[in-house]
């Protein structure tokens, strides 16, 4: 199975922040990378698809980057409804296969 | 509307069975690949299992850690998906999403989320 790792497990920061998350693969996975927000108490939604496509509907802060093994989630100043958990999946190769998630708190 | 939305959820005993149900609409159902994932209490989300739609066969992928316990199936006619849950165990407790799988060439990825039903497995 292909592992996906995700840093930090947890960050801090304050509205207006240019936060970035980071998603490691065990293998290479080319763009097959799809990232995801959860609200506490809420299903996921879909942010990004094939790596750095945004989904429709999603703010243009929300970019995505990387290839192969490394990848990043980058929110470019942060608001009050982007705090939450994200969970990048990779999509390569079944079984399909989610990172641990980054919870994204208001310092 | 757009949406998806799980049943059948509930309190189960080791050993059982329980058979969830998520019925769609708002989109043609029968066009579409549907995924299970879940979410044991405060953890991530762990991939369950994709069915296809009647043009690919009808054909069936799973999580390997499953080990041939769960059976998911759909119903085109009905809209609605479902996943048969054999010999349960505290470790499948969880909420479980049911998602619809759209693709963009041959990226995939989960662009409908219900709200999820929770499943408990205690004695």
């Known amino acids: 199975d292909i592992q996906m790792t995700q840093s930090p497990s947890s960050l801090s920061a304050s509205v207006g922040d240019r936060v970035t998350i980071s998603c490691r693969a065990s293998?290479?996975?080319?763009?097959?990378l799809n990232w995801y927000q959860q609200k506490s108490g809420h299903a996921p939604k879909l942010l990004l698809y094939a790596a750095s496509s945004l989904q429709s509907g999603v703010p243009s802060r929300f970019s995505g980057s990387g290839s192969g093994t490394d990848f990043s989630l980058t929110i470019s100043s942060l608001q009050p409804e982007d705090f939450a958990t994200y969970y990048c999946?990779?999509?390569?190769?079944?079984?399909?296969?989610f990172g641990g998630g980054t919870k994204v708190e208001i310092k | 509307e757009v949406q998806v939305v799980e049943s059948g959820g509930g309190l189960v005993q080791p050993g059982g069975s329980l058979r969830l149900s998520c019925a769609a609409s708002?989109?043609?159902?029968?066009?579409?690949?549907m995924d299970w994932v879940r979410q044991a209490p405060g953890k991530g989300l762990e991939w369950v299992g994709r069915i296809r739609n009647k043009d690919n066969g009808y054909t069936t992928e799973y999580a390997a850690s499953l080990k041939g316990r769960f059976t998911i199936s759909r119903d085109d006619a009905k809209n609605s998906l479902f996943v048969q849950m054999n010999s349960l165990t505290a470790e499948d407790t969880a909420v479980y999403y049911c998602?619809?799988?759209?693709?963009?060439?041959?990226?995939?990825?989960?662009?409908?989320w219900g709200r999820g039903t929770l499943v408990t497995v205690s004695s």
């Open positions: 293998q290479s996975i080319g763009n097959y």
């Open positions: 708002g989109f043609t159902f029968s066009d579409h690949y």
């Open positions: 998602t619809r799988s759209r693709n963009w060439g041959t990226y995939w990825f989960f662009d409908l």
């Open positions: 999946q990779q999509s390569y190769t079944f079984p399909l296969t």
